[in-house]
């Protein structure tokens, strides 16, 4: 038995069980019966199993995590993931967007091959850059925190650019007991790996190695299931076709590809500017209290955008008119949790966060109160939000710009003002605020297009 059917018999077995408690409610009943015969809640179920785990698993070993680490170490780890996140967008020219929209089998598993390829080529250039060019890029970008670390970041750029290409093509299958299996691995191995490296006072290297082991367990699981499964269809790659579906999809690199890097720089800049104005003590507290009012929501956010892509995807090559319900719907039921889900535990954070991590992380609960306005807007927008998906690619790269130059200038203006940290933090949260209602605005735009409808 596969992976995969495990899981789905586990939640079978799990849906009889409620079935019987909730049977005795009828509105309970019909909300349960509700959510498992629609495809994408369904989808939300399975992926939100495994990462419910694995989220669990972070909030039960982060108290003991920054006991064994300090504020600094943090901040170094945070820098690592902003630079690695940065760097990490160009690995294979996003081509690993495209893979839900072919038709055909062999066209996807052609993108498959391309992306494989500019990942080995993307992955020898970064290699480069860091050999001839590290002391530019160190000092071009105030990176002395990263300063013996840095070779960390070629071994975290080829090993969640493999995964992504993987996990994308699962989601192409709708494997989603598989991507639930995999986000589990993560979970346990990188607490693991950074407990233990504590332990023995490993420092800033132990909470990377663990970031690394986080973000690439589960590649030999999802590539043997995807060999398994296609390895007939690896026959067809060649390299006339898979230039072919490069030409197709040339949007992604040509429009997608930018906007991501702008878009990852947008959302990674305020480490690296909290950096370069504060120190990396500060960066900690940040990241740290990020993690808190992120956390909460990130189990449904992340399986809602992954189920909804797999669903939405299907009903764009078939140009459902259904596109639209489906989006509207989906924005209305995330913006009834985020509040409270989001709201409630951020509120409580400056009165918990010393006696759960220790009184030294007792700023960071006091940064949880701003940050968790931007978390409730993206939690409801972030992940509904596939605008290349309905061919929109150049609207994402307009919208990504416009948010970079926005939090850049804004993070300017504080340091000329000599704004206090929680001011600096502020000003970027109203900035993303908006930011994020005009994305709703241009997906339903998007949307109406695509399907050719007119609403009144």
Sequence with gaps: MTISNQLQGTLARLFLYLTAIVNKNAHTARLFNYIVNNPLYRGVLVLGSGTAVAQLIGIVTAPIITRLYTPSDMGVLAVYSSVLAIVGVGATLRYEFAYALPRENEDAINLFGLS??????TTVGFALILLFGRDLLMNT????????????????????????????WAV????YGRITYTKINQGVGGSVCKILLGIFSFGPIGLIIGQIVSQVAGVTTLARAMWKKERKHFKAISLSRMLSVARTYKSFPVFNFPASIVNTMSLQLPPLMLLALYNSEVVGYYALAHMLVVLPGSLISGSMGQAYLGEASKMVRERSRELRS????????????????????????????????????????????PLAVM??????????????????????????????????????????????????????????????????????????????????
């Design 116 to 121: 494989l390829i500019l990942l080995c080529i």
């Design 141 to 168: 970008f105030d990176l002395a925190a990263l300063e013996h670390y840095i070779w960390f970041l070629l071994i975290g750029f080829f090993g969640m650019g493999l995964y992504t290409m993987l996990n994308y």
């Design 172 to 175: 192409r299958q709708r494997d």
């Design 326 to 369: 489906l989006y509207v719907r989906t924005l209305k039921h995330l913006s009834v949790i985020a509040v409270p889900l989001l709201g409630i535990p951020a509120l409580c954070a400056p009165f918990v966060v010393p006696f759960i991590f220790g009184a030294a992380w007792t700023e960071a609960g006091w940064y949880c109160w």
């Design 375 to 456: 978390v409730i807007v993206n939690f409801v927008a972030s992940p509904t939000s596939h605008l290349q998906l309905y061919g929109y690619n150049h609207w994402v790269l307009i919208w990504d710009v416009t948010r970079t130059i926005s939090v850049f200038v804004i993070f300017y203006l504080c340091h000329l003002l000599r704004l206090s940290v929680i001011m600096a933090i502020t000003s970027y949260v109203l900035v993303l605020f908006w930011m994020y209602i005009i994305l709703i605005i241009l997906n339903l735009k998007a949307i109406k297009n695509v399907t050719g409808q007119v609403y009144l």
